[in-house]
């Protein structure tokens, strides 16, 4: 953590700073902000459970032959992400950790442009970028946290309903990882106007009808790529109590809060409520669908540009306050207890890649 707290103290200061000057010194202070976390990432070493792995891709891709034969001692990969890493052999062979770097750049570039441009307090979505673990997560499961980011972009595409400008962000974000067509569906959720009652019965649906939609899915996924998933050890049911807990309180809070208030949301609000259901139940589904904490990438970013959207719309600056309290307590207690205790993200301890390489 001796690395971290301090990282995410000045990059939420810089942040705070950024929403209170002139355009030009904000732009400054959030390349600022941006690279900080970047550096910490590229010069990291073996801290995510995929990074050995993702090393030994970046050696072969530096070998001469194409994707199939570099390839067949390991899982198919994405040609977007291939010819990444072919790029990045040829420009700098050797020096991975400019390849880590680089990737990390992509990442977070795309999250804090859709933060510095979705967000109603860039700042505090900043903070729980950190605070919610999605920064330490994203050291793990690097090509699907390219296509994740590049979603996360295009979340503004659903609120203002550029259908086609989402679906080709969405076929850029499939060239890194093709689980990102699951999104697709997603973008109608803004035609359904989501409240109190609809919430709570498609979440029951997730609770009750999970069993009947894991054999759908099973049998869809005998007909892709992804059908050695059904005899893996990975095609085994992980439930995120931690996705299930935020998700949860998230969701009660905010609906709960909107319905016994009666509060008038605007259309833009209307929108992002609806697009809550999908985190909620993805993390629900993880109680009995395999890989369904593969589809909560793509929504539980989503949160920490919903919290600040629904603080808005919350007038008593005393309950505000204590909204924002309860959320923030929660992710940064459950995220450090889990870091410290039981390894979440493998990010701790830090290690320093020249160290070891």
Known sequence: MAVYIPMIMVVTFLSYLAMHVRKNQRIILIVVSLIIPVIVAMLRYNNGADYLMYLRMMKLAEVEGSLTTSFTSLKSIE??????LKICGF??????????????LIIYGFCYAAIWQQS???????????????????????????????????????????LKKYLIAVAIAFLFH??????IPAYFIRDIKIDIKKVCAIAGGCLVGGTVLFNIVSFLLSFTRYKYFLTSVEYETQVTSSSILYTTVISVVTFGYITIKKVKVSQQFQYMMNFQILPWCAALLSLSIPLAWRVQY???????????????????????????AIFIVM???????????????????????????
């Open 79 to 84: 040609v977007g992400y291939w010819y990444l």
């Open 91 to 104: 420009l700098w062979p050797g020096k991975y950790y400019l390849t880590y770097g680089l990737v990390a």
């Open 120 to 162: 109603k307090n860039p700042m505090l979505s900043i903070f729980l970028f950190f605070a919610a673990g999605i920064y330490f997560d994203s050291f793990n499961g690097l090509r699907q946290y390219i296509a994740v980011a590049i979603v996360v972009f295009a979340y503004k595409y659903i609120e203002t309903g550029e």
């Open 178 to 183: 093709y689980s990102a067509v699951i999104v």
């Open 298 to 324: 793509y929504f539980m970013f989503f949160e920490i540009l919903y919290i600040p959207a629904f603080l808005r719309e919350v007038r008593c600056k005393w309950m505000r306050l204590l909204f924002a």
């Open 331 to 357: 992710y940064v207690v459950a995220v450090s207890y889990g870091m410290t205790q039981n390894e979440w993200y493998d990010a701790i301890p830090y290690h320093f890649y020249f160290d070891y390489m």
